[in-house]
Every structure is written in structure tokens, then in C-alpha cells.
């Protein structure tokens, strides 16, 4: 059974920088993909990013491009969130989210698209 962990959540200032990791286990496959997602109180959940694991395709939305960056450790079966450059607006609860087999073009897969996902990990930027 696939399971998807989020950590590194935190309270952090203005123009600080945080990692969020998400870490699989129980998946067999190659042909994934992966996502970053946020949801704050009152708002849709919206994706920040993703990523095409065998074809090593990212696409970041415009809200955090240039300020966050993905990365991986593909021994540890885990993904990271770089982010800087943190604004008040990017207060949120935090998801990642795996598919298997997805390819898309353009931007990130719409959130119902995923199915496996993580507990969310909180971020909190204060002004």
C-alpha cells in the first residue's frame, strides 16, 4: 500500500525559508508523478508544483516560481520542497500527492487527480 508522509512544516518570518519533505514507501513503480499542494483556511486547495518522476518534468505555478524549488533523493524515496523567500500569503496547510502512471502537459494535474496523499504538514508565515 502506498503511503505518502509530508514533514518540515514550521512557523517561520517574512522572507525566511523552510524544506518540506515528502517521503513514499510501499509503491513499485517508476512511472509516477508527484505534486505540491496547499490549502488555506477558507480557500480552495491549490497546486504549487509537481513533478513527472521518470521523465523529470517540473512545472511550478506562478504564485511561488523562482522562490520554491523541488528536488529528490531517490534512494530515500523522498521529495523536497525548497522554499524561500516566504510571504504571509503562503500560510497554508501543506500536501503532497502521488499518482502512478500520470502524464500531463503544461501545468500541474488538477488535485482530484491525485490519489494518494499525505496528512498535510502546516506552514505558518508571519508578517
Known amino acids: 500500500q502506498v503511503q505518502v508522509v509530508e514533514s518540515g512544516g514550521g512557523l517561520v518570518q517574512a522572507g525566511g525559508s523552510l524544506r518540506l519533505s515528502c517521503t513514499v514507501s510501499?509503491?513499485?513503480?517508476?512511472?509516477?508523478?508527484m505534486g505540491w499542494f496547499r490549502q488555506a483556511p477558507g480557500k480552495e486547495r491549490e497546486g504549487i508544483s509537481c513533478?513527472?518522476?521518470?521523465?523529470?518534468?517540473?512545472y511550478y505555478e506562478d504564485p511561488v516560481k523562482g522562490r520554491f524549488t523541488m528536488s529528490r533523493d531517490n534512494a530515500k524515496n523522498t521529495l523536497f520542497l525548497q522554499m524561500n523567500s516566504l510571504k504571509p500569503e503562503d500560510t497554508a496547510m501543506y500536501y503532497c500527492?502521488?499518482?502512478?502512471?500520470?502524464?500531463?502537459?503544461?501545468?500541474?494535474?488538477?488535485?482530484?487527480?491525485?490519489?494518494?496523499w499525505g496528512q498535510g504538514t502546516q506552514v505558518t508565515v508571519s508578517s
Open positions: 500527492a502521488l499518482e502512478v502512471g500520470m502524464t500531463w502537459g503544461g501545468r500541474c494535474p488538477h488535485a482530484s487527480l491525485f490519489t494518494y
Open positions: 513533478i513527472n518522476w521518470s521523465a523529470r518534468l517540473t
Open positions: 510501499g509503491l513499485y513503480s517508476d512511472d509516477y508523478a
